[in-house]
T-cell receptor, first 115, second 111 residues
Framework: EPEVTQTPSHQVTQMGQEVILRCVPI?????FYWYRQILGQKVEFLVS????????KSEIFDDQFSVERPDGSNFTLKIRSTKLEDSAMYFC?????????????FGNGTRLTVT | SQQGEEDPQALSIQEGENATMNCSYK?????LQWYRQNSGRGLVHLIL?????REKHSGRLRVTLDTSKKSSSLLITASRAADTASYFC???????????FGKGTTLSVSS
């Protein structure tokens, strides 16, 4: 069964550094998402992306965050200047038809540790 | 907020028992979805129930939806140790382009 893959599985970075988290969504999916989960807490929506533009973003997704689909297969989340509170699991997801008609398929996440 | 809220926060049962988790939400919905998360892993979709459906089954899972009460329940019958995980309900955001998850119920099934 096709799956969403995320790399790296664990990223350690120093405060103030830029990080790029990478995702390869399921190949025929058109809708893409990033979520984050601080340890032991709920899964928080960051951003949704369709047709090469952001569809919706949460208040967490401020100017420090950006997303890009640089080619036909990758979907990336960039954090420009990391803060300690950005430490979390970041999950990428994709869906075939959008949230009203189809489920989201999640990757296994990237654990980001900011020191 | 249209976010779903699960109840209870944590549930501990013995293998073979049934587990029921509830979800309440605040606004009208097109559908409600349930997901499972094993520790340290991504979420896995379990069931999508549409607003015009009252009940849906998938194997040992049974989901009900009561739109008049803005609530849903997930029943896992004859639970197994492998069902140990966190379970989340999710509803579509007001903009319609994202799923918003509740805080989840952590289920622990002991053998």
């Amino acid at each position: 069964e096709p799956e969403v893959t995320q790399t790296p599985s664990h990223q350690v970075t120093q405060m103030g550094q830029e990080v790029i988290l990478r995702c390869v969504p399921i190949s025929n999916h058109l809708y893409f998402y990033w979520y984050r989960q601080i340890l032991g807490q709920k899964v928080e929506f960051l951003v949704s992306f369709y047709n090469n533009e952001i569809s919706e973003k949460s208040e967490i997704f401020d100017d420090q965050f950006s997303v890009e689909r640089p080619d036909g297969s990758n979907f990336t989340l960039k954090i420009r200047s990391t803060k300690l509170e950005d430490s979390a699991m970041y999950f990428c997801a994709s869906s075939g038809q959008g949230t009203n008609n189809s489920p989201l398929h999640f990757g296994n996440g990237t654990r980001l540790t900011v020191t | 907020s249209q976010q779903g809220e699960e109840d209870p926060q944590a549930l501990s049962i013995q293998e073979g028992e049934n587990a029921t988790m509830n979800c309440s939400y605040k606004t009208s919905i097109n559908n409600l979805q349930w997901y499972r998360q094993n520790s340290g892993r991504g979420l896995v979709h379990l069931i999508l129930i549409r607003s015009n459906e009252r009940e849906k089954h998938s194997g040992r899972l049974r989901v009900t939806l009561d739109t008049s009460k803005k609530s849903s329940s997930l029943l896992i019958t004859a639970s197994r140790a492998a069902d140990t995980a966190s379970y989340f309900c999710a509803t579509v955001s007001q903009a319609g382009t994202a799923l918003i998850f509740g805080k989840g119920t952590t289920l622990s099934v002991s053998s």
